[in-house]
């Protein structure tokens, strides 16, 4: 790979006047954008469903499959003559600076009742019918999941009707031929999220812009995927989890962090040959050019603690057989575009996994100037290989303005300025951040939107922990204008990544 760079910026974060960002006109100036200054990769977060009830985190979702249908283009959706002018527009004040999920939906759900009605009316149902095909190994049981959801059975699927909860072939074929057209619909919006998603990536791919996706590792307890391959979690025969994931405690958290996902039966999987794994890493490379794996750590071992706990403290580190699975996806896919979330503390196994299978890890700049010493912190520019991937920050971190002002301690700032040769000021600290990102040995450099724009913890996308008021920082159209976008597109070609 030639020295590259790319922006990490999620599809909701895009300009709309639907008050959420979307797979519409703006996402192709976005792509013209990149493009026109000199950008070889599009970093996305996860495009799965999002849930208000999760705090509409896109690392939370009821399918690992299905698409984010927020996400349909209105304008798109009129242009097939499925809706209609007077049907958009929005009598709502949507905010140009954040989404608000609860009236994004509303007036979505909407939209997508008249669209689906335009859909039946028109009958033009052939390359629904071949998408519905194509999909069927997720696609059939996610349908039929979210319509027993959208019928009122909102508690956790284990709790459902016995019958349903172990899906009981003869009750599961009278229930999903009654909810058929609810069923319908619901096939019908994932449609139109794929169909949009993969034109977006088409034209993205044309102009030399590479899509880079990510994958959490764990899925939710509440999801089809726990429904439909109990199986390959850690339950028990109730279907309920036996234990849970998380992060066991460290230097930031006394008691760790309690996720409450369940964790894989790493057994079964292998028996299977990892077969769901690798139905799911050919669905997201099949979006994706390359993709980040959330939490690459928990392929080397995991965190497991009993269900029944309260906190992290009582877990304990439980292997996994991350060699095979590798060799199981390398034989069935040849080559591994995959970026592997190596942050944190991580052990031997992990790294060496990782180079075993020559996958490429991250370094988060302001990292380098924790704790630890600077002139042996991998996260340190003159410590970086060529095979990583910079980032200046990522979604769960502050911006490097608002790390600078508000996180920063005086240790961490001498330590950069130690650094950097010279004291610098809030006014130089994103410009030293860029520059040094950029100048890196690293053949890619990823950069946050906001980074590049110097913007402060307002816009940060999310602080781990928080349930609420998370993923709804959205750009502003003028902002792409501002004097810091061509002080970026100068680095990046003195650098030599244009």
Known sequence: ???????????????????????????????????????????????????????????????????????????????????????????????????DYHLVTKFKEHLFDCAYAAFVRKGERAAFDLFCNEHKFWLDDY?????????????????????????????????RESLIDVIDKIKFLQYAFFKQWYALKKYCNDKDIKIIGDIPIYVSMDSVDTWTFPHIFKLDKDKKPI??????????????????????????????????????????????????????????????????????????????????????????????PFIAEDLGVITPDVTELMNQFGLPGMKVLSFAFGDNPVATSP??????????????????NNTILGWFNEEATKEMKAKLFKYLGRSITADEV??????????????????????????????????????SHNWQWRLLTEQLRS???????????TYGRG
């Open 1 to 99: 790979m030639d020295r590259q760079s790319g922006i990490l910026l999620h599809i909701t974060s895009l300009p709309s006047r639907y008050g959420i960002g979307d797979l519409g006109p703006n996402a192709y100036e976005f792509a013209d954008f990149l493009a026109d200054h000199k950008q070889s990769f599009w970093q996305v977060l996860p495009l799965n469903l999002t849930d208000t009830m999760f705090g509409n985190s896109p690392y939370s979702s009821i399918s690992a499959f299905a698409g984010n249908t927020l996400l349909i283009s209105p304008d798109f959706l009129v242009q097939e003559g499925l809706l209609t002018e007077e049907d958009v527009k929005t009598h709502h004040e949507f905010s140009d600076v954040h989404v």
């Open 143 to 175: 349908a039929l999941f979210a319509a027993l959801k959208d019928q009122g059975n909102t508690n956790i699927w284990h709790d459902w009707d016995l019958k349903i909860r172990d899906r009981d072939p003869e009750e599961i074929s009278v229930v």
């Open 243 to 336: 234990a849970i994931a998380g992060v066991p405690p460290d230097y930031f958290s006394a008691t760790g962090q309690l996720w409450g996902n369940p964790v894989f039966d790493w057994e079964a999987l292998k028996q299977e040959n990892f077969a769901w794994w690798i139905r799911r890493l050919e669905h997201n490379l099949d979006l994706f050019d390359i993709v980040r794996i959330d939490h690459f750590r928990g392929f080397a071992a995991y965190w497991e603690v009993p269900a029944k706990e309260t906190t992290a403290v009582k877990g304990k580190w439980v292997g996994v057989p991350g060699k095979e699975f590798f060799e199981a996806v390398k034989k069935h896919f040849y080559t591994l």
């Open 379 to 396: 996260y340190a520019p003159h410590n970086h290989i060529q095979h990583c991937v910079v980032y200046t920050g990522t979604h769960d």
């Open 430 to 467: 994103v410009g030293e951040f860029l520059r040094i990102a950029l100048s890196s040995v690293a053949r890619v450099v990823i950069l946050p939107m906001q980074d590049i724009l110097g913007l402060g913890s307002e816009a940060r996308m999310n602080i781990p922990g928080r349930g």
């Open 483 to 493: 004097d810091m976008i061509a002080k970026f597109t100068k680095l990046t070609e």
